[in-house]
């Protein structure tokens, strides 16, 4: 008999200190795979984020930085400026990129820096706590809005991949979902690709992937996954929303 | 025979592998891991084809899949 998956070299061998059934597992391993498969493990550098993912230095197996909140664009603007034979990542949460840091991954996009992030949208601040993220969902229940977000007091959700499609600078932008073993695979093809354009130098790639946050959402990993297909992907609708094709 | 083998130092029992796999070959363990936690195994051997969705979906790379 064969073992058909081996553990990624790009990632450490050690046990992640992540929640029960949480996203992060699966997209660092993913991103771990691409880096093996397109064998740029040696030249990449990623950026953690401030968030649960703030230990992703920890596990990959490759340089990493980790930056101030939200900074991760502007940080990876500056490390693929200066040294461009390297493939520069951020990777970022809601928290992260879409409310502290939504400047610098606008602008950055607007600038077609020619990086990649990778974007985890659990529709809520997992590490602090679980409270109100630029892209919790109207109704949904945090911490800070424990009757359900209304858009009296707190407005819309941020739809980020609509948002930054409007912008020429960027290249490619795609949303897909880990709350499903195809939806893993799909997300896995989305993630090389917006490698692929950094090696072929297109331009400002980003993947928007709907992930679980079960702890801070109060619910079992397997409702969590449940929730992600029946109340997020109608508001956040999976897809390809820019392509260099285009 | 394909089979999964589940590394319960790593398994958390999330338990999304036993939704992931369409044949339902996987169950919760009834005794606690060392971590503390139920880990997933695989509970009917004959069925399993090794097609290795469970350890798509498994975020804590806890399950080799052999074929």
């Not at chain 1, 795609?174 to 490698?195: C, H, M, W």
């Amino acid at each position: 008999m064969k073992l058909i998956n081996k553990k990624p070299s790009s990632l450490v061998d050690k046990p992640m200190r992540y929640c029960p059934g949480c996203g992060h597992g699966i997209v660092h391993r993913l991103i771990a795979e691409i880096m093996d498969e397109l064998d740029i493990r040696e030249r990449t550098v990623g950026v953690a984020p401030v968030g649960c993912a703030v230990f992703a230095d920890e596990y990959f197996n490759c340089d990493m930085i980790q930056g101030p909140h939200g900074r991760g664009p502007a940080i990876a603007t500056g490390i693929k400026r200066s040294k461009p034979e390297c493939i520069v990542f951020s990777y970022q949460g809601d928290g992260d990129l879409a409310s502290i840091g939504m400047a610098e991954t606008v602008h950055s996009a607007a600038r077609s820096e020619n990086i990649t992030i990778i974007f985890i949208n659990n529709a809520i601040y997992g590490m602090t706590g679980g409270q109100m993220a630029p892209t919790t969902l109207l109704g949904q229940i945090s911490s800070t809005c424990p009757a359900g977000r209304s858009v009296a007091v707190n407005g819309y959700p941020i739809k980020v991949c609509e948002m930054l499609a409007q912008l020429q600078g960027a290249r490619y932008l795609e949303r897909t979902s880990v709350s499903t073993a195809p939806g893993v695979i799909k997300t896995k093809k989305a993630i090389k690709k917006a490698f692929q354009n950094q090696i072929d130098c297109v331009g400002f790639s980003m993947v928007e992937v709907l992930s679980t946050c079960p702890t801070n959402w109060g619910m079992t990993p397997v409702q969590g996954a449940r929730f992600v297909d029946e109340k997020m992907t109608p508001i956040y609708p999976l897809g390809v929303y820019r392509s260099p094709e285009q | 025979m394909p089979e999964i083998r589940v590394d319960e130092t790593r398994c958390k029992g999330c338990e999304l592998c036993v939704t992931a796999c369409n044949l339902k070959c996987i169950a919760m363990s009834e005794t606690f891991s060392v971590t503390g936690y139920y880990p997933a195994k695989l509970a009917k051997l004959e069925c399993c084809t090794g097609c290795g969705l469970c350890a798509q979906i498994c975020p804590d790379l806890a399950i080799e899949v052999w074929k």
